[in-house]
Structures are given as C-alpha cells and as structure tokens.
C-alpha cells in the first residue's frame, strides 16, 4: 500500500432528522420585521442601469488606452532597436 493512502471503507450514518450546520437559507435567521429586510427591498428596486452603463464605457476607453500604451511601447523599442542597430 502506498504511504498516505487508505482503503478502509467508512460509513457515514445516515440520519434525516440531523440537526444542518448553517440554515437552509439566511431568510430563516432574519426575523420578519428585522430593518435589513427593508434595505434589501429598497436595494433590489434601484434602477442602476445607466451607472451599468456609465461603467461600460469607462472599461472600454481604458482598454483602448491600455491598448494606445501597448501600441506606443512596441513603437518605442523599435525606434531603440534602429537606433542600437544604427549605432552598432
């Protein structure tokens, strides 16, 4: 048998009145007039939609910096090449 593994077989028991580790769901911990329940509502029913947008046009004009700088470098280390080459 190699070092570490093992073949005994366990058996879990099986028990279907078990008490769970965590609830099935967080509802079951927050009571019904618990003041989170009105910040999730008022959380659920913003409209956010143009902030969404805001946001995808944000991303979009940072890639095509990121890709100007890229473009910008490449040109950058060739002019050094040429001028490495130049003076070699």
């Known amino acids: 048998m190699n070092r570490g593994v ?21 509802d079951e911990l927050v009571p019904q007039n618990h003041f989170v329940r009105i910040v999730s509502k008022t959380v659920d029913e913003l409209e956010i939609e143009e902030i969404k947008e805001a946001a995808a046009k944000i991303n979009e004009r940072l890639a095509e910096i990121n890709n100007l700088d890229d473009e910008e470098t490449k040109e950058v280390k060739k002019t050094k090449k040429s001028k490495l080459d130049l003076l070699s």
């Open 6 to 26: 093992s073949y005994k077989i366990t058996y879990k028991p099986y028990n279907q009145d078990e008490q769970w580790l965590l609830p099935p769901s967080l």
